[in-house]
């Protein structure tokens, strides 16, 4: 038999990506910037994103068969990354169909931990089934959540927090080795505080920011990877990533931007080189805006923030002060002395997709929560 040998650097195939990161980070406004992007929304999250996205898949059958659909119309419909939101959410569809399969209730109804082994054929078939796409030039991305374990290293006695993808309790340790695996890129996303000395011996330190990162190598604290040659850090930015996709152009899908036609005299003006002035009035004192029925008295409704937020704290009677709050010392997303304002847009966003989960948090954790 005769093999014809192939040298250099193969292009034009897909990449394989996974990345997960805490909640809130930026994982799915990251990845509706890769090119040609297409979305496999499994838990909902992108749904007040201007994204493309296929039905949301009820059983692990309708979720392979939409990447079926993926490739057999991935040139007519321009689709050149698939992106699963999220792959925990989809392991729960496939653990669903094997318990149908075998007539449990519960995946440790099989005897003798088949079950696990079970999911991890699975979920390996369907990691080799995404080769078909890869080959048809379409970019695979996995998103995941991630959660912090206790961990020691074998030279070490001290536990200490180690990152790693969310999958199943008893699952992680079988499913996240084949993603890491079969991946070309692992990225983990964080949030990293930036902490400066406030005294002359250095002994004193205040947080001044909070700034989203992009992790690319493994460390003893977050697992990661990537096979090409990348910094170990980087801005949780799309331009971080372009380079390594040809400099593709960010999201094909990002929406038009609407002009006001006022802005668009004033624009076509100054391109014509005639000067213009733009005058700003305070029409407040003219305006009578309505307090809302339900808003009580001396309530002030927080400004700077996405309105889709500012109005459930108004419906809620929750303060700025109680988002903080929640928000840094009890769950340490954000930065000591950071204000709502100042929070990432997209964690304010994932607020209101969890709203419920953020009141019952400020119950529990604000005396001076005072619902309505």
Same mark, same amino acid.
């Given at each position: 038999m005769i093999f014809e040998e192939v040298n250099g650097i193969q292009t034009g195939s897909g990449l394989k990506i996974v990345i997960y990161g805490q909640e809130g980070v930026g994982k799915s406004t990251l990845a509706s910037q890769f090119p040609g992007a297409v979305f496999i929304d499994c838990e909902g999250s992108t749904s007040r994103m201007n994204v493309r996205r296929l039905p949301k898949p009820t059983s692990w059958k309708m979720f392979t068969d939409e990447f079926e659909y993926i490739l057999s119309s991935c040139k007519a419909n321009g689709y050149k990354t698939a992106i699963v939101d999220t792959f925990d959410w989809a392991e729960r569809l496939a653990l669903e169909a094997l318990c149908t399969e075998h007539n449990v209730t519960g995946i440790e109804g099989m005897n003798y931990g088949k079950g696990w082994e079970y999911e991890k054929e699975m979920i390996g078939r369907f990691l080799d089934s995404t080769d078909r796409l890869i080959k048809e030039g379409v970019n695979i991305v996995l998103l995941c959540h991630a959660i912090s374990r206790k961990t020691t290293l074998p030279e070490e006695t001290e536990e200490f927090d180690h990152w790693e993808l969310k999958l199943?309790?008893?699952?992680?340790?079988?499913?996240?080795?084949?993603?890491?695996?079969?991946?070309?890129?692992?990225?983990?996303?964080?949030?990293?505080?930036?902490?400066?000395?406030?005294?002359?011996?250095?002994k004193k330190h205040k947080a001044t920011s909070c700034e989203r990162i992009m992790y690319t190598t493994k460390t003893a604290w977050w697992d990661a990877k990537n096979?090409?040659?990348?910094?170990?850090?980087?801005?949780?930015?799309?331009?971080?990533?372009?380079?390594?996709?040809?400099s593709a152009p960010a999201a094909e899908t990002a929406p038009p931007v609407n002009t006001p036609p006022a802005q668009q005299v004033i624009e076509k003006a100054q391109q014509a080189g005639i000067p213009t002035e733009t005058v700003k009035e305070d029409l407040s004192?003219? #305006?009578? *805006?309505?307090?809302?029925?339900?808003?009580?008295? $001396?309530?002030?409704?927080? @400004?700077?923030?996405? %309105?889709? /937020?500012?109005?459930?704290?108004?419906?809620?009677?929750?303060?700025?002060?109680?988002?903080?709050? #929640?928000? *840094?010392?009890?769950?340490?997303?954000?930065?000591? $002395?950071?204000?709502?304002? @100042?929070?990432?847009? %997209?964690? /304010?966003?994932?607020?209101?997709?969890?709203?419920?989960?953020?009141?019952?948090?400020?119950?529990?954790?604000?005396?001076d929560y005072v619902p309505y």
């Open positions: 199943g309790n008893k699952t992680t340790n079988k499913i996240a080795p084949l993603l890491k695996e079969w991946s070309d890129m692992t990225l983990f996303l964080a949030f990293r505080t930036n902490i400066i000395a406030v005294d002359d011996k250095g096979r090409f040659g990348m910094p170990d850090k980087l801005p949780l930015t799309w331009e971080s990533l372009a380079p390594i996709f040809g004192s003219f #305006v009578d *805006i309505p307090t809302a029925p339900q808003q009580p008295t $001396g309530y002030q409704r927080v @400004q700077g923030i996405p %309105d889709a /937020l500012a109005d459930l704290m108004q419906q809620h009677n929750v303060t700025a002060e109680q988002i903080e709050y #929640v928000s *840094i010392d009890v769950r340490h997303y954000m930065a000591n $002395g950071m204000k709502i304002q @100042q929070f990432p847009t %997209d964690y /304010l966003m994932y607020l209101t997709t969890i709203w419920d989960q953020v009141v019952q948090l400020i119950k529990e954790n604000c005396n």
